[in-house]
């Protein structure tokens, strides 16, 4: 009787830097992981996303609407790319930006598989 070995997934490490500021306002704990975790899915759309610098503030006067976030997400052989979205809440506003790079990182796939 032959036994078969024991197969291994290997999990694609992530390499991505994340870099997060807030302007002004100390980021809660909860909001930072919020932000960590949707940036990291990026990684998804595109195998060489190399870092990300996100950015928070309090756009004045303070009413609503006035949350704005702004992600630059550094992809080798390309120009950044980069969103910037005003919402009531910094969480809308990731979740936005983070949509909108997700389509700007799928748009760059394709361009680079036509090359």
Request: glycine share 0%.
């Amino acid at each position: 009787m032959q036994l078969i070995p024991e197969l291994q997934i290997l999990k694609k490490e992530v390499n991505m830097e994340t870099r997060i500021q807030s302007v002004h306002f100390d980021a809660s704990v909860n909001l930072i992981s919020f932000i960590e975790k949707k940036v990291s899915k990026l990684d998804q759309y595109h195998d060489g996303v190399i870092s990300a610098e996100i950015t928070l503030k309090v756009v004045k006067p303070e009413t609503f609407n006035n949350k704005e976030a702004n992600i630059l997400i550094k992809v080798p052989q390309s120009e950044p790319l980069c969103s910037v979205k005003v919402a009531d809440s910094f969480e809308e506003a990731v979740d936005v930006c983070c949509d909108a790079l997700a389509k700007q990182l799928l748009k760059l796939k394709e361009k680079i598989r036509e090359k």
